[in-house]
């Protein structure tokens, strides 16, 4: 039997989202995603959808109609939930959720958003901007929710990266797409700490990992990866060496992987899904949950979206672990939870 198991499903009543973030709010999980007309938001608990105008940063007369970015991360700073976005045809730029106040603009220069990612820190939080997937400005936003520019990390970030902490440092964890080592990056110092091989040896040959998250097991931080073939491997932070693929990796044809990580029961766990960013109609995106302390997957994997997954997001749902996954195709929200 498998360990996830479908909790619930919700229609998109907008145009099929392009990117979505989870936050924790006051009340509770909430999705925060965009669309080719703008933000809107899900609210599990009560299967809420709401739609949200986010107004353009552009000088009046240049771009009337609302901004819609193609890439967003939220943050909640101060009780409120300001977004960040972008896409190849808008610059950075980052808002007052509920208002739709833009609170930020990047300069000229910064056009071709690909990828936005977040790191929520105690007093502080970043946006991490990347074009092109090239070098990442880190965007620090201040107590009154407005961001500032505040350096350039020499690293690639695309949906397959992943922030955290790595003891007291905030870190940004990615594997470079041209063939260079996967990286630990100190957003601080803005330095790679440790780096691994992007290739992992197993018993059908080399495998490319293409997917990583952090987690900390048997009270140490470690780097989780998924290979597109199927593996997942625990790294060593102090030694830069990966250990032996899971038991349970079923080797497959060779795709895009996204994961994450948290916890349930206790336990520390990834979920990982197949990706396509440019599927056929006949792909599915598939799920499946692995036990990180003891080395193994938990239960056989899940076809979760046809036509494609965005990606999976772990969160807390009334105390209970739960995965969320928005599909590409199908125009469904749904929520998995971890059984066990």
């Given at each position: ?235 060593d932070v102090d030694s830069g060496e990966w250990g032996a693929p899971f038991a ?22 990834a979920v990982t899904c197949t990706y396509d960013p440019y599927p056929a109609e ?59």
């Amino acid at each position: 039997m498998s360990e996830l198991s479908l909790l619930q499903t919700a229609d998109v009543p907008f145009a099929a989202l392009t990117d979505f973030h989870l936050v924790t709010t006051g009340t509770g999980p909430l999705l925060v995603g965009t669309h080719p007309d703008g933000a809107c938001t899900w609210d599990p608990l009560r299967d809420r959808w709401a739609e949200h105008r986010l107004d353009s940063p552009w000088p009046p007369g240049e771009e009337d109609g609302p901004a819609a970015p193609s890439a967003l991360r939220a943050l909640v700073v101060g009780g409120r939930i300001v977004v960040g976005g972008g896409s190849e045809d808008l610059r950075f730029a980052q808002w007052d959720l509920a208002s739709g106040e833009v609170r930020a603009f990047a300069d000229d220069d910064d056009f071709d958003v690909e990828t936005v990612g977040s790191l929520e820190l105690p007093g502080r939080s970043l946006f991490l901007v990347s074009p092109d997937a090239e070098a990442v400005a880190l965007w620090d936003v201040g107590g009154d929710g407005t961001a500032e520019r505040i350096a350039e990390l020499n690293a690639r970030c695309d949906r397959t990266a992943a922030t955290g902490m790595l003891g007291h440092r905030p870190v940004l964890v990615t594997a470079d797409e041209d063939g260079g080592p996967l990286q630990v990056w100190d957003l601080n110092d803005r330095v790679p700490l440790v780096g691994f091989d992007k290739d992992l040896e197993t018993a059908e040959g080399e495998e490319s990992l293409l997917a990583v998250g952090l987690a900390e097991v048997g009270g140490r931080p470690h780097v989780v990866a998924a290979g597109g073939g199927g593996s997942v491997v625990l790294g060593d932070v102090d030694s830069g060496e990966w250990g032996a693929p899971f038991a349970g990796c079923v080797p497959q044809d060779e795709t895009d992987m996204l994961v994450d990580t948290g916890t349930a029961n206790g336990v520390p766990i990834a979920v990982t899904c197949t990706y396509d960013p440019y599927p056929a109609e006949d792909f599915t995106s598939v799920l499946r949950a692995w036990d990180l302390e003891g080395g193994h997957a938990r239960g056989g994997p899940v076809a979760a979206h046809e036509g494609g997954a965005l990606g999976v997001q772990l969160t807390e749902l009334e105390g209970r672990t739960v995965a969320v996954t928005v599909g590409r195709g199908d125009g469904f929200v749904r929520v998995w939870a971890l059984d066990g």
